[in-house]
């Protein structure tokens, strides 16, 4: 088992950047609660919206929006685990996610490649996905290996399965991935059950955890509703991970854009804990600002530094374990 090097505890060595003080912390929170009780989020999943309105949420089912008593918000923020674990499918290769225990994983979900042989700038195939879990479970500073790139030679319709079966045989490390939607979610979930044993010995040892997006701003599409009550309901972990670009799907401010993240994250949070109370839930983030030149994320930029350095102490008021873009 892996346990990493703490950052920001009060002693020499270690790196504490905050981005915001304690109060502007506590004016970012009522802000989001401000946004869910009188706003609300858009969910594009009927179950989902009853299963949010079986737990004290308000809901519009034409418009498909819930709102969020205050009350209701922070008991999901009080129920979802502080720790959890990444176990890879070797042990030593376990890891754990806590506060200010800091890791690092591979950058995520690429479509292109420069192929090392040819030098052909190409579309990525089944087989690189294979090869770039071989790479990631090589390197000793990854510690969980996320899907770095996706099969184009496949179907459409059963990729993320395709994707699943490439990368799963090929690391001894804690994967995550986005699969796609609920058929698909459950699917990979057997394939991986499969491999440990069964779904009891998943839940003892998880070695895959998931991956899914809002769209901002303040929306839970159908298939990130899935995604969210799938992995809930087989105690594994999935990471609601906001792409919030500023001044384009979210406001222009730091502080702005923070908020619209932190509504979206803790909207995916409530319904992750409706549907089982104790889920598994990673406070994510790749929000960045917009380019205003290419109309693109800015990424690798010092306003996603910023950003997610905030995001990160964001997680750390809430108690709950973060994973963020790097600068």
Same mark, same amino acid.
């Given at each position: 088992?892996?346990?990493?090097?703490?950052?920001?505890?009060?002693?020499?060595?270690?790196?504490?950047?905050?981005?915001?003080?304690?109060?502007?912390?506590?004016?970012?929170?009522?802000?989001?609660?401000?946004?869910?009780?009188?706003?609300?989020?858009?969910?594009?999943?009927?179950?989902?919206? #009853?299963?949010?309105?079986?737990?004290?949420?308000? &809901?519009?089912?034409?418009?498909? &929006?819930?709102?969020?008593?205050?009350?209701?918000?922070?008991?999901?923020?009080?129920?979802?685990?502080?720790?959890?674990?990444?176990?890879?499918?070797?042990?030593?290769?376990?890891?754990?996610?806590?506060?200010?225990?800091?890791?690092?994983?591979?950058?995520?979900?690429?479509?292109?490649?420069?192929?090392?042989?040819?030098?052909?700038?190409?579309?990525?195939?089944?087989?690189?996905?294979?090869?770039?879990?071989?790479?990631?479970?090589? %390197?000793?500073?990854?510690?969980?290996?996320?899907?770095?790139?996706?099969?184009?030679?496949?179907?459409?319709?059963?990729?993320?399965?395709?994707?699943?079966?490439?990368?799963?045989?090929?690391?001894?490390?804690?994967?995550?991935?986005?699969?796609?939607?609920?058929?698909?979610?459950?699917?990979?979930?057997?394939?991986?059950?499969?491999?440990?044993?069964?779904?009891?010995?998943?839940?003892?040892?998880?070695?895959?955890?998931?991956?899914?997006?809002?769209?901002?701003?303040?929306?839970?599409?159908?298939?990130?509703?899935?995604?969210?009550?799938?992995?809930?309901?087989?105690?594994?972990?999935?990471?609601?991970?906001?792409?919030?670009?500023?001044?384009?799907?979210?406001?222009?401010?730091?502080?702005?854009?923070?908020?619209?993240?932190?509504?979206?994250?803790?909207?995916? %949070?409530?319904?992750?804990?409706?549907?089982?109370?104790?889920?598994?839930?990673?406070?994510?983030?790749?929000?960045?600002?917009?380019?205003?030149?290419?109309?693109?994320?800015?990424?690798?930029?010092? #306003?996603?530094? %910023?950003?997610?350095?905030?995001?990160?102490?964001?997680?750390?008021?809430?108690?709950?374990?973060?994973?963020?873009?790097?600068?």
């Amino acid at each position: 088992m892996k346990r990493n090097m703490r950052a920001g505890k009060s002693r020499n060595g270690g790196l504490d950047f905050k981005v915001f003080t304690d109060d502007e912390m506590d004016e970012i929170h009522l802000a989001t609660l401000e946004i869910l009780e009188k706003t609300g989020l858009f969910f594009e999943d009927e179950e989902a919206l #009853e299963i949010l309105d079986g737990g004290g949420a308000v &809901i519009d089912k034409k418009k498909f &929006i819930a709102k969020f008593p205050p009350h209701m918000v922070e008991d999901a923020i009080r129920t979802a685990p502080p720790k959890i674990l990444l176990a890879g499918r070797d042990s030593k290769n376990d890891f754990i996610m806590e506060k200010n225990r800091v890791g690092f994983t591979n950058f995520g979900e690429g479509v292109f490649i420069n192929d090392p042989y040819t030098g052909e700038h190409r579309e990525t195939t089944k087989a690189d996905v294979a090869a770039s879990a071989l790479i990631a479970d090589y %390197l000793s500073e990854i510690d969980v290996y996320e899907r770095a790139v996706g099969a184009s030679d496949v179907p459409t319709q059963t990729v993320q399965l395709h994707n699943a079966e490439a990368w799963l045989p090929n690391t001894t490390k804690h994967g995550f991935m986005g699969s796609g939607n609920g058929y698909l979610t459950k699917k990979i979930i057997e394939m991986t059950a499969a491999i440990v044993g069964g779904k009891e010995k998943l839940k003892e040892r998880p070695i895959i955890s998931f991956i899914t997006c809002p769209v901002s701003p303040l929306q839970l599409v159908k298939d990130s509703c899935e995604i969210i009550m799938e992995s809930a309901r087989a105690d594994l972990a999935v990471n609601v991970l906001s792409m919030a670009m500023a001044g384009g799907s979210s406001p222009v401010t730091l502080a702005g854009t923070l908020v619209d993240h932190n509504a979206e994250i803790l909207g995916g %949070l409530v319904l992750s804990q409706c549907t089982r109370k104790g889920a598994k839930f990673i406070y994510g983030s790749s929000t960045t600002a917009m380019d205003l030149r290419l109309a693109a994320a800015s990424v690798g930029s010092p #306003e996603c530094a %910023l950003i997610n350095a905030a995001v990160a102490q964001m997680s750390i008021y809430y108690l709950l374990p973060s994973w963020v873009a790097g600068g």
